[in-house]
């Protein structure tokens, strides 16, 4: 922790010390209590997972199924040998499930339950992965070796690990007797991550035959580690909503001419100053219901100073705001952000262009629009080209139709509510030693998709993942623990085997 921060939590405790409200203050702290499921928790019964297990799943490592942005560009044959692979693998899951391909490679199954009149319940993945060009691996990325422990493959955190989980967990089940009591639907797409249709589809699909899930589980949070506030044990995050997203093309019109006479007001400087303005000056924090319940969980888990200052957000709120600032996880929690992420200017190296151009990559947060986060930064831009001295029209800021954007999603519900009491008790029984939080996820999923059918949408892999492993997610180097990913069998093995209890 920084000495600076400590210094403002220090000064905010004194601050609230020398005046007339310490004692309801300090009440407030040791009230403050971690958070705890309703019901009794909820185990895999004593099922782990073998080496099998790990075994099979290197075999769906080692497929790659790498997605891409032109569909025309995509290697097939991976795709096309992925459902047989799944059924030599898993022929108890196969001969008790029904399958419906959806979009040629995306998977739609279904588990019949005891009743099914019930509303089902649906989860979720993909089975795509990001290319690995231009990465400097130690190990073949689709080798799926197992190096110290870990299994090295893309794909092995995102998100082939909850796959292979899920189909250890139902053929384990199946094999035991067990018939869930009420339908289990489980959806994989084959173009996630290049923000394909096959999602939205699944969802018409469902929606054609009068299905509705009561709930859905899909990537987002994770059991994580090596949380923020100076909390020492690993934290279940549930995402409960997600972010919007939209990209946004900035372009800034002047005179091109030779790079011996540069002004001040050339294309690329005025571009420079305009996506500098936008990037450093993102809207005021905002602290929601769900961030409040992160926060509080985060704080009933930490140490007495952060106890102090996170249980009186009422008066805190400024001083937590520049405590989350300063960690790039928290730091987008509060508001909607705007990451620069591609410029381009002239294609000599001594012509000054006429034209340049640039790319905001914009989540947005669930208490604002995409129209409104467009609105701030063209308001930006018009400041920068008042301070420049040039007329607003020099920049124009507009949507990239050409990437699929999307709102933020609906927040599900989490107070007091019986399916994310049951998500609780799975982590309870799995990860005793773990904390329980909503929060809302940064980055997009498939689920936003299933929030038209489903009010309750959340977002849980039910994994541990490190710090390391959160930064190496569509990086090179992409591993999981062996330990860790028979672990996350027994969650999924747990929320399938109690859905008795769901309700």
Excluded at 356 to 377: G, K, L, Q, T, Y
Aim: aromatic share 8%.
């Amino acid at each position: 922790m920084r000495a600076r921060t400590v210094g403002k939590i220090a000064a905010a405790i004194a601050g609230i010390a020398a005046g007339s409200l310490t004692s309801a203050c300090a009440l407030n702290a040791a009230r403050m209590k971690p958070s705890r499921p309703k019901g009794s928790p909820l185990g895999s019964d004593g099922f782990t997972a073998g080496d099998g297990a790990i075994e099979r799943f290197q075999e769906l490592l080692r497929i790659p199924t790498v997605s891409r942005d032109d569909p025309a560009l995509v290697d097939r044959e991976p795709f096309e040998c992925w459902v047989p692979t799944l059924r030599r693998l898993y022929p108890l899951t196969f001969d008790a499930c029904e399958l419906t391909l959806v979009d040629e490679f995306g998977i739609l199954l279904r588990w019949p339950g005891a009743d099914s009149a019930l509303d089902p319940v649906l989860m979720m993945a993909h089975h795509d992965v990001v290319p690995v060009e231009g990465q400097q691996w130690e190990h073949h990325p689709f080798g799926a070796e197992v190096i110290d422990g870990e299994i090295w493959a893309r794909g092995s955190l995102d998100t082939k690990c909850i796959i292979g989980a899920f189909f250890e967990a139902t053929e384990h089940l199946i094999g035991q007797g067990y018939v869930p009591p009420r339908d289990v639907w489980f959806f994989s797409s084959n173009a996630e991550e290049v923000s394909g249709p096959a999602a939205r589809d699944a969802v018409a699909w469902l929606r054609d035959r009068g299905i509705r899930p009561y709930m859905v589980l899909d990537e987002g949070g994770a059991v994580a580690g090596d949380t923020p506030l100076g909390v020492k044990v690993p934290v279940a995050m549930v995402g409960v909503s997600e972010k919007g997203h939209v990209d946004l093309s900035v372009t800034v019109s002047a005179d091109g001419g030779h790079a011996s006479t540069p002004k001040d007001t050339d294309a690329p400087r005025l571009l420079a100053r305009v996506c500098e303005r936008i990037a450093a000056n993102p809207d005021m924090p905002c602290f929601t219901e769900a961030l409040d319940a992160t926060l509080a969980e985060l704080a009933s888990r930490s140490n007495v100073l952060y106890r102090l200052v996170f249980s009186n957000l009422w008066l805190t709120r400024p001083l937590v705001a520049k405590i989350m600032a300063a960690n790039g996880e928290t730091a987008a929690m509060l508001r909607t952000t705007y990451a620069l992420t591609q410029l381009e200017g002239s294609n000599a190296h001594n012509v000054l262009p006429p034209v340049a151009r640039a790319n905001f990559n914009v989540r947005v947060a669930p208490f604002e629009s995409v129209a409104d986060a467009v609105a701030r930064a063209r308001a930006l831009a018009a400041e920068e080209c008042a301070a420049s001295g040039v007329s607003p029209d020099h920049v124009t800021i507009e949507v990239d139709e050409a990437i699929p954007y999307t709102e933020p999603a609906p927040v599900s519900p989490f107070e007091d509510d019986a399916a994310f009491d049951y998500l609780h008790r799975c982590v309870a029984g799995v990860y005793p030693e773990a904390g329980f939080a909503p929060y809302v996820q940064n980055s997009c999923t498939d689920s936003r998709e299933f929030n038209a059918i489903c009010d309750r949408v959340y977002r849980f892999c039910g994994f541990e993942y490190s710090g390391e492993a959160r930064s190496l997610i569509h990086a090179e180097n992409e591993r999981i623990g062996v330990d860790v990913y028979l672990r996350g069998i027994e969650f999924y093995a747990a929320f399938l085997r109690h859905l008795d209890e769901l309700e």
